[in-house]
């Protein structure tokens, strides 16, 4: 599979080899869909505290006389059915949202999501991507004379301390090693810029 290559002025230089089960894989959407949704449950902590009925603060007095009023029986103001009364199944910190993705699974959902970005146009080799000092200008620069104006998504396999602070200040762009890019990154960018050893370390990982 050949990727197009483009030089730091946006012009074509040539192709990328690339391997097919990496880049020209068929698309699969039920395995992209489950693959970012486990992604995004394993993502969620577990902060929500809701109380019980033994939790919540309240008086052991009972409200009303248990006859006579022509209202149901009511024991305390905790009563689950009260309002300001306990939670019958409280959500709590310890709550587990996780889900288990086989290794098998998550190696085939990345090479389809990557499959897909070159079949959409939105995956894109550069030579080498570089800046001399850690200014937010010189990045900028760059990607706007590659034709990068959208929402960017940089995979380098060594991220420097220049190219690390040039992009931090930039919400629309994102730098990652390939180790680190996960389906909702590779997804949620308009365009995805990867270095030529990039496409060598995905291809070892993955390929």
Avoid: C
Wanted: glycine share 8%; hydrophobic share 40%.
């Amino acid at each position: 599979m050949d990727l197009k290559l483009i030089n730091a002025q946006g012009q074509e230089a040539g192709a990328v080899s690339g391997a097919d089960s990496l880049f020209a894989r068929e698309y699969n959407e039920a395995l992209v869909h489950q693959l970012v949704t486990a992604y995004m449950a394993n993502a969620r902590t577990g902060d929500r505290a809701q109380l019980t009925r033994a939790e919540v603060r309240h008086s052991t007095k009972k409200p009303f006389k248990q006859k006579g009023t022509g209202r149901a029986r009511a024991g305390m103001t905790s009563s689950p059915i009260w309002r300001g009364g306990g939670r019958t199944f409280p959500n709590k910190p310890d709550e587990n949202f996780s889900q288990k993705v086989n290794r098998k699974m998550f190696r085939a959902g990345i090479a389809t999501i990557l499959s897909r970005l070159v079949q959409d146009g939105r995956l894109t080799v550069v030579e080498d991507l570089g800046v001399d000092s850690p200014k937010t200008r010189l990045l900028a620069g760059k990607l706007k004379g590659m034709g990068m104006t959208d929402r960017v998504l940089i995979i380098s396999p060594v991220v420097d301390d220049n190219l690390w602070l040039s992009a931090r200040n930039m919400h629309n762009v994102l730098v990652l090693e390939p180790q680190q890019a996960d389906p909702v990154s590779l997804i949620r960018f308009d365009r995805v810029l990867m270095t030529r050893e990039a496409v060598k370390s995905f291809e070892e990982m993955y390929a």
